[in-house]
């Protein structure tokens, strides 16, 4: 069985420039979830999926990001207009359930903002 | 509101020693506590999680952990430390009853020597 996959493993983009994250999760799993680890710190949440509806966005830093996961099955992840301090690495999450307890987490993207 | 406390960024053994990294959470309700590594270039593996059961857990790769509410902590320990072991390991904490969010914290980077 596949596991969570995220595309690209890694993105170099010039600051004010676009990028976006793809997350393909598990089969048949409703929650999606993403997180943040910017360098040196904790990996943070940022929000939480249930098929297409958006549960939980409280982690969201600002209006740059944009999640979406139409059709409930992958979930993409933009960020416009990217600036320096949005660097780091993004993790996807998927779980069969919401209580998080069997969350399985993808490789992660590494975004650097140059 | 939840948090999670790991003692010390890097800790290194020597391989056959013990490896023990500290955990200190707090929360206000009763917690669900995991344990994730990271292997270089991967994603986020569950090693191990206490859900209210059993206070001592087993984990994968000879792991486990112990669950103190009176010391409010959650040390990740093995017996005897691999190579392969080397990686970071990162513990996390769910209220009951904030579902989904995970909160992570700053992850302890194990180095195993000869």
């Known amino acids: 069985e596949a596991g969570v996959t995220q595309f690209p493993s890694h993105s170099v983009i010039e600051k004010g420039q676009t990028v976006t994250l793809r997350c393909d999760p598990i089969?048949?799993?409703?929650?999606l979830y993403w997180y943040r680890r910017v360098m040196g710190k904790e990996i943070k949440f940022l929000l939480h999926?249930?098929?297409?509806?958006?549960?939980?966005e409280s982690g969201m830093p600002n209006n740059r990001f944009l999640a979406e996961r139409t059709g409930g099955t992958y979930s993409t992840l933009k960020v416009q207009p990217a600036e320096l301090e949005d660097s780091g690495v993004y993790f996807c999450a998927s779980s069969q359930t919401a209580m998080n307890t069997e969350a399985f987490f993808g490789q992660g993207t590494r975004l650097t903002v140059v | 509101a939840q948090s999670v406390t790991q003692l010390g960024s890097h800790v290194s053994v020597s391989e056959g020693a013990l490896v023990l990294l500290r955990c200190n959470y707090s929360s206000s309700v009763p917690p669900y506590l995991f344990w994730y590594v990271q292997y270089p270039n991967q994603g986020l593996q569950l090693l191990l999680k206490?859900?209210?059961?059993?206070?001592l857990v087993k984990g994968i790769n000879g792991f486990e952990a112990e669950f103190k509410k009176s010391e409010t902590s959650f040390h990740l320990t093995k017996p005897s430390a691999h190579m392969s072991d080397a990686a970071e390991y990162f513990c996390?904490?769910?209220?009951?009853?904030?579902?989904?969010?995970?909160?992570f914290g700053t992850g302890t980077r194990l180095q195993v020597t000869l």
């Open positions: 089969s048949g799993h409703d929650n």
């Open positions: 999926f249930v098929k297409e509806s958006k549960q939980d």
């Open positions: 206490y859900t209210s059961a059993a206070t």
């Open positions: 996390a904490v769910i209220s009951t009853g904030t579902a989904s969010k995970l909160t």
